[in-house]
């Protein structure tokens, strides 16, 4: 019995590889040291015997597994496979790639190697990855392209990034609604190759506009006399190229597909959306708000260069810098009234941190809500009068059992009452704040995911000094 | 022509089924007036009729668009929606509901009407939703199943949460690896109802044990007289049911799969993974990434009461609030040295802040890589290595820049130097302490979304106070 494969655990493959990278760093290190003629010798065939077997293992792999083992390799052992495979294996991994990490492997590869990767990635992967070569690499395969593959992958780049024409496959398999089942069949059996993936093809009419469909289970065991359209399902969903691929997601998961036919605005059919490519989408977007939550811009390669890293965080560090700086301006203004008591210098990053955390919690539920498009019109008010609510009740409980605290360690009873007074409204804003920026930042066509955090750190600073400090000059 | 439909935008829908609502409530309000007999009948019949347009409104819905409807409503519009649904609808929409929603709504529910709808979900929901059903729900509904369909349901249940055998489901379609194309075919259109989804059936021996599979396009488009077993894919991606659904996910990414079976130690054939089952889980998932980084123990309906709102956000901000405390302490060290120079205090917060951004950036990229399992054993020191170089890079770049600018406000250099050296250090902490303690809560087998940022913005802002200031005490 074969060795059956129950997960696709990659740990084996990776110290393999890694093993052999070390043995062959190892060996070049030898292989550049002065030595006798014939130990040189020895050396140079031992580091080719090596290459062969790193070539040997790698061969071995499916593509989206070399790909994997590529985004798990440290920045120099990813050059050095990447520089070693062959261009029909490089062309076949480097679609699978994260696209972070494709861009920076693309970026470090020569124009004529990249050439000959690109001039073996079929119409469909080169539309996927045009955007991330470089200009002359895409025109020269292009060019190699015939005409109707050209035109195919030109509209493709043309439609804007996360719309379903962007990602769709123009690969589409399609029958008539007056054929019978079994012409239907014969009909397909004659097409060279078939999509990958089939689980239905879409019924047309005779000028190809979109009727219905019909799954293969239907087509395979149905009565073979039947005529397509007394057994198709009418009505099916359908997008436009122009749609985005957020709805479409969205509409794949409430109805379980799995391929979702596209038309033009005539309502012929151009192409199928699979749901590898929602599952994609799903991912990056996820992966989009979390790192967007904590100030990063945007995906990053966990070993990309140190430099790469620094610019993609810098960003966000900045204008972290200049909030918390500003923020810190309303300290500034109350040095008098901390001279007199320090304590309120100990006690006013509490009132801030507290406020920052029950807003972010407010900010990510909210960004999760509008991701799964749970708010509504109707339902803003609501949630923004419970957010408050809730804020409020949380600033009572906690904020009080802070104030009892505080007020019993400097055994200041009003400081405590401050100190409680402060957090509930800075819970109050928190929330408010929480809501309306989310939203506002949606509203305004932006990504709500990027920067909903820091605006609100900003005004949860800034309050929480602003109210602590000044109440304590008012009252103390 | 049909209408026809193009996306699923609910909005429409969503605002005719709230306009009934407040119709219905404003009825109601009439109806319990103080009124003459004649008119009190008139206003019955009108609350009559409404009922019954919400209820033709309803009813032509699929039980997805009735879950998300549901789900856009806020608690009070939602809850009587839900009660006026016919049990098989309401059968039929829970399976769809978000589980947050799901658990609130079945919560709600009077023992009577959960056990008439429990009764009309088939064994695969049934098992879908038992942990949510009060256990003399459960027990009632399993009582009016079929033997074998109790003991599938049982099994169910018993596997782990987020375990492969917990998604499955049992209802399969498999051929015989001797039969040939057309008596497989036979065989399958002798069965009454086939599984949903199917776009490949698996192929077992006389023992029902796995040895391929077969897509429906192969099926229905090869020649009639092959041998199964000649034209099937051997060696197929199998899952074992105690496999987390984490793993089985990366592997559907990876091959772009829509469905792969399930085997028992023997490699009998049990059950079957779908792709829609998988895109749950990624959701759920990436979900509680971003909700666990905020401080929250879970996904949180959003229109959920006040006091579940509170309750589930109370844990990490009572962990917050205690660790804010403590971190203040560090001030309370240095209240002397404060009240020598208040400018301390003011500039603290921005030593603590930049820290914590660093680090919660460091943490999210962390907990992504190992959602995507892009860090290996082998790569741990490379990454660890590689964020403190970047921290310190960060640190120098921006450290300084806040030294020259706080040293030329408060007009007194070293104050600027001091600031500058200490966020250095703090930068650099906070990188180690991002890889660190994600990778250490992953180790300890828990969630490194939960709790991580909590413990890293204590490190930081410990850490930033008690640097700057202990510089401060040292040096000015």
Redesign the interface.
């Known amino acids: 019995m074969?060795d059956?494969?129950?997960?696709?655990d990659l740990?084996p493959t990776?110290?393999e590889v890694?093993g052999l990278l070390q043995h062959h760093r190892a060996l070049e290190a030898l292989a550049h040291r002065q030595d006798t003629p014939q130990r040189m010798l020895v050396e140079q065939l031992q580091l080719r015997q090596n290459a062969v077997d790193l070539q040997r293992r790698i061969r071995a792999l499916?593509p989206?597994?070399l790909a994997?083992i590529l985004?798990?390799?440290?920045y120099d052992d990813r050059a050095m496979v990447w520089q070693s495979l062959e261009a029909r294996q490089a062309a076949d991994a480097v679609v699978?790639l994260?696209a972070v990490v494709r861009a920076s492997l693309i970026a470090a590869t020569e124009r004529s190697r990249m050439r000959e990767i690109a001039a073996r990635l079929d119409p469909d992967d080169l539309a996927w990855v045009a955007s991330e070569l470089p200009s002359e690499v895409l025109r020269d395969a292009m060019r190699s392209l015939a005409a109707s593959d050209r035109q195919l992958v030109r509209e493709t780049v043309e439609y804007p990034e996360n719309s379903v024409g962007a990602v769709m496959t123009a690969d589409v398999a399609a029958v008539r609604e007056s054929e019978t089942i079994a012409s239907a069949?014969a009909d397909?059996?004659r097409r060279s190759e078939?999509p990958?993936?089939?689980?239905r093809v879409f019924v047309v009419d005779a000028r190809n506009v979109l009727v219905g469909s019909i799954?293969?289970?239907a087509?395979?065991?149905g009565q073979q006399g039947l005529q397509i359209s007394s057994v198709m399902e009418?009505?099916p969903?359908?997008?436009?190229p122009g749609?985005s691929v957020a709805?479409?997601a969205?509409?794949?998961?409430?109805?379980?597909l799995?391929s979702v036919p596209v038309?033009n605005d005539r309502?012929k059919l151009v192409g199928r959306l699979?749901?590898?490519a929602?599952?994609?989408f799903?991912?990056v977007t996820?992966?989009k708000?979390?790192?967007g939550?904590?100030?990063?811009r945007g995906?990053?390669d966990?070993?990309a260069s140190?430099w790469q890293?620094?610019r993609n965080?810098?960003l966000?560090?900045?204008v972290?810098?200049v909030t918390?700086?500003a923020?810190?301006r309303f300290?500034?203004l109350f040095?008098s009234t901390?001279?007199e008591l320090?304590?309120l210098?100990?006690?006013?990053?509490?009132v801030?941190?507290?406020g920052g955390?029950?807003g972010?919690?407010t900010?990510?539920?909210?960004?999760?809500?509008l991701a799964?498009?749970?708010?509504?019109?109707?339902?803003t008010m609501?949630?923004l009068r419970?957010e408050i609510?809730?804020g409020l009740?949380?600033g009572v409980?906690?904020g009080g059992?802070?104030g009892v605290?505080a007020g019993i360690t400097y055994k200041h009873a009003r400081l405590g009452g401050i100190m409680t007074t402060a957090i509930i409204l800075n819970l109050v804003i928190a929330a408010a704040v929480g809501v309306i920026v989310p939203l506002g930042l949606q509203r305004a066509g932006r990504d709500p995911a990027q920067g909903a955090s820091v605006l609100l750190?900003f005004m949860t600073?800034s309050m929480g000094?602003f109210l602590f400090l000044g109440l304590a000059r008012l009252f103390l």
Chains 1, 2 share one sequence.
Do not use: C
């Open positions: 074969p059956r494969r129950t997960t696709a740990q990776l110290d890694t499916h989206a597994d994997a985004q798990l390799l440290p699978e994260d069949l397909l059996r078939l990958r993936q089939l689980d799954t293969l289970q087509l395979a065991l009418i009505d969903v359908a997008f436009k749609d709805q479409a969205r509409v794949f998961e409430r109805y379980d799995v038309v309502y699979m749901i590898d929602v599952v994609d799903i991912r996820a992966d708000d979390t790192l939550m904590a100030g990063l995906a990053e966990l070993f140190v890293s620094a965080r810098s966000w560090l900045f972290n810098l918390a700086f923020a810190t300290i500034g040095e901390i001279r320090v304590a210098a100990t006690l006013m990053p509490i801030a941190s507290i955390n029950t972010n919690q900010v990510a539920l909210v960004i999760r809500g799964f498009e749970q708010i509504s019109r109707n339902s609501h949630l419970k609510i809730v009740l949380n409980m906690w059992l802070v605290f750190t600073d000094f």
